[in-house]
């Protein structure tokens, strides 16, 4: 199988322990790049919260995409073109505060700009240090409705959110995508929003077919791209379910596993 196009996500797939791409990892773009291979970056993450990455892995030119909150909003890294774009209401907002407040976990909704929160956290700051992006402390009522909500997240230690996880009612998992994206983020997208919607969005604008993708992901937010692909990719450090569903397990984001599965299957490398 010839492969065309290689979506990663970042936390725990790209990054190492310490934040960073790998001397291999970097290495591995750059040759399936110069063979004529797209590359793109498939995060939770907002676009403003990661040009600088963009720009190191040199993933900022007029023919690189990206796909951000989850596939929530899928645009042109240079241009800023959006081809795709799916969004919640502010009363999503407000009703997933409430299930909040039964639950006692804390909340935030991020917008294309800044994270917004009613109480100030260190889950939010965690998010907004990730990010580098701003954090605006604002009633959920208060906030402006003019404002564009990308998705809202409950955020806390992983033990309460292992056990909310649990008890999200089955409405409120029929009205959105739920997926949890670490051990402290617990996330709600439109329910037409995931990974997998947005990497098909790039395939479809660069004319390659489902079965000419490779995914690397770790997380539950990357099984759906994962199952999107035609080689789904679990990091060695994923979560099990992510494993479970996986075509292919390469070694952990410690040991440059996503060099190796483009060494391996776009490069055709003997590793």
């Known amino acids: 199988m010839s492969y065309k196009l290689i979506a990663l996500d970042m936390d725990g797939t790209l990054f190492n322990d310490k934040k960073e791409v790998s001397l291999r990892n970097r290495q591995a773009i750059k040759e399936a790049r110069a063979s004529g291979k797209t590359v793109v970056i498939a995060t939770g993450r907002p676009l403003i919260g990661i040009q600088g990455i963009l720009e190191e892995l040199e993933l900022n030119t007029e023919a690189d995409y990206v796909v951000s909150f989850n596939g929530a909003l899928v645009q042109n890294v240079k241009t800023g073109e959006v081809i795709f774009q799916s969004t919640l209401e502010h009363e999503d907002y407000r009703s997933l505060y409430e299930l909040s407040q039964t639950y006692g976990v804390h909340i935030h909704a991020l917008t294309r700009e800044y994270v917004t929160t009613p109480k100030l956290n260190p889950y939010t700051k965690v998010e907004a240090d990730a990010n580098v992006i701003r954090t605006i402390q604002c009633d959920v009522d208060k906030l402006p409705e003019s404002e564009t909500i990308i998705k809202v997240m409950f955020v806390d230690d992983s033990e309460k959110l292992d056990a909310i996880e649990q008890m999200i009612p089955p409405e409120i998992r029929a009205k959105y995508t739920v997926v949890r994206s670490s051990d402290i983020f617990l996330e709600f997208l439109p329910p037409t929003v995931n990974k997998g919607v947005g990497v098909s969005a790039i395939a479809k604008v660069k004319d390659i077919l489902a079965h000419e993708v490779i995914c690397v992901g770790d997380a539950g937010n990357d099984i759906a791209m994962l199952e999107y692909a ?35 299957f776009m490069l055709k490398k003997m590793i």
């Open 230 to 264: 035609g080689l789904g990719v679990a990091m060695g450090n994923a979560f099990d379910e992510v494993k479970k569903i996986a075509n292919h397990v390469t070694d952990t984001n410690e040991e440059d596993g996503v060099a190796k599965v483009i060494e391996q």
